[in-house]
């Protein structure tokens, strides 16, 4: 039997992939016209831009973490992604509007920090003694 802790990373990668894509990553893939007009650009890359690195943030990251692959760099973007929304874009949201935010920054840095556990495709991929474990 697996450690518990390997259970609660599993299921909060999996958990916090699955609301990140469905409430923020594939609206802006099957409605990339409409999010193309509305998007904020805090940086001043252009919109086509910005919407290509959120999507990138938002779909193929949380694919990577939900499987457990490249899980701590996968993580960096979506960090970097809520920190800029929160900082730069809704700077007057209160607490309480941007709770959800918050969760997810919560989520992410911690599995930054974790990595994904031992029940992660990543770990079965990588030898047991790679260097380069510390990216799962």
């Known amino acids: 039997m697996r450690n518990p802790v390997d259970w609660a990373l599993l299921f909060l990668r ?19 016209s409409q999010e193309l007009q509305r998007i904020e650009d805090p940086m ?8 290509c690195l959120a999507i990138f943030a938002e779909v193929l990251c949380p694919l ?6 490249l899980t701590r ?25 941007g709770q959800f935010a918050w969760l997810l920054l919560i989520t992410f840095t911690t599995l930054a920090i974790s990595g994904p556990g031992a029940l992660a495709l990543g770990r079965r991929i990588a030898e047991p003694r790679s260097k380069a474990l510390w990216l799962y």
């Open 64 to 69: 990577l973490i939900l499987l457990g692959l």
């Open 44 to 51: 001043g890359l252009g919109a086509g831009l910005t919407l």
């Open 14 to 32: 999996v958990s916090g992939s699955l609301l990140l894509l469905q409430v923020h990553g594939l609206p802006k893939v099957l409605h990339f």
């Open 73 to 97: 760099l996968a993580c960096v973007p979506i960090v970097v992604l809520l920190l800029v929304s929160l900082v730069l874009v809704h700077p007057q949201w209160s607490l309480d509007e």
